[in-house]
């Protein structure tokens, strides 16, 4: 490539928040023999990435600085390496990013082919960044820990999506319908109707009493918690389960991993489940589809240039966005 330097968001320490984000400019990254290097369209910022920032996960999830951060990405292929076979220069894609190495907040980034799929015509570089890591978590927890078929051959199902105007709250409510399962959901009072235009039966306002009990306004007991926040005890959701009940944790931490110890050792029927998604081809595949299709949305919160990602950080960081956050480096504005 005639150009050597590209345009990257990085922070050179543990801590520090958006105040601790630098702009820099740094040689774009050369694709080893089984990569792609993509020119960035959109990328989306999920809330690991500041935890990662803050020091939170360094135990699990170690970095070396200066760093990049931001793994789910859209954009353009404009150079790949000697094994790669199934993409080629002028391809749109969407990709998820090694995670020790990020790279998302960037001009141009390199990604693994396995971990790379087309992206349709029909979906834009901003809905298909928002897919990788929240779309597949959402997929996931929904079809293998809840058991639920999307072409609606399964038994129909009660589940319940707690903070479903988040980021992968948003997917989830949309793909337990899919199922034809009947949806409850919690999110904040701004959202209601948001919530219910995906498809939710029954949404309830988490700030007052009836949602912080968490109970189904039509009497329902829960097969499946597809659990997207933290700080709800497991008192609050033992009641509302079937007998078989499950609580699938997508923000797991060393509480929820002692909860799941405690029911296996006590042979409880109701389980609380730590998940965390694997990402694979098929899966985006499979969700770029769905897109196309108009049977699943990415509800975008906004939108921010590169230029203004510190911006893009602080929301993330503040929890309360509906849907994904975005940043477009090719809007450089500073």
């Not at 290097?37 to 809330?47: G, M, Q, T, Y």
């Not at 110890?261 to 730590?274: E, G, I």
């Amino acid at each position: 490539m005639a150009i050597k330097l590209m345009h990257a968001v990085q922070y050179d320490s543990y801590d520090g928040g958006s105040s601790g984000l630098k702009h820099v400019e740094v040689h774009i990254p050369t694709p080893k023999a089984n990569e792609v290097l993509i020119k960035v369209e959109a990328s989306s910022i999920n809330p690991v990435d500041w935890k990662i920032q803050d020091g939170l996960l360094r135990y699990l999830l170690p970095r070396k600085f200066p760093f990049t951060p931001c793994t789910d990405v859209a954009g353009e292929v404009v150079d790949f390496g000697s094994q790669v076979k199934d993409f080629k220069v002028g391809d749109k894609v969407i990709a998820k990013l090694n995670n020790q190495d990020g790279g998302g907040l960037a001009e141009f980034a390199v990604a693994s082919e396995s971990l790379t799929t087309l992206r349709p015509s029909e979906v834009s570089a901003a809905e298909g960044a928002g897919l990788p890591v929240a779309g597949l978590a959402a997929h996931d927890a929904i079809t293998k820990m809840a058991g639920i078929k999307l072409d609606r051959t399964g038994e129909p199902k009660n589940i319940l999506v707690t903070a479903a105007s988040g980021g992968v709250g948003v997917y989830a409510v949309q793909l337990a319908k899919l199922g034809n399962n009947h949806v409850t959901a919690t999110c904040g009072a701004r959202n209601i109707e948001l919530i219910k235009s995906l498809g939710a039966d029954e949404v309830l306002d988490y700030k007052t009493p009836e949602g912080a009990s968490l109970k189904s306004p039509s009497g329902r007991k829960y097969d499946a918690v597809i659990h997207c926040t933290a700080g709800i005890p497991w008192s609050t959701f033992e009641p509302n389960l079937t007998e078989n009940g499950i609580v699938v944790d997508l923000t797991p931490g060393p509480s929820s991993l002692m909860k799941y110890a405690l029911k296996k050792l006590t042979f409880s029927k109701k389980l609380w489940v730590p998940f965390i998604v694997t990402i694979k081809r098929e899966g985006l595949e499979h969700l770029a589809e769905l897109v196309k299709d108009g049977k699943l949305k990415t509800i975008i919160d906004s939108k921010f240039p590169l230029g203004k990602a510190e911006y893009a950080w602080s929301k993330i960081i503040d929890g309360h966005a509906t849907g994904k956050i975005i940043v477009e480096p090719s809007r450089v504005l500073f």
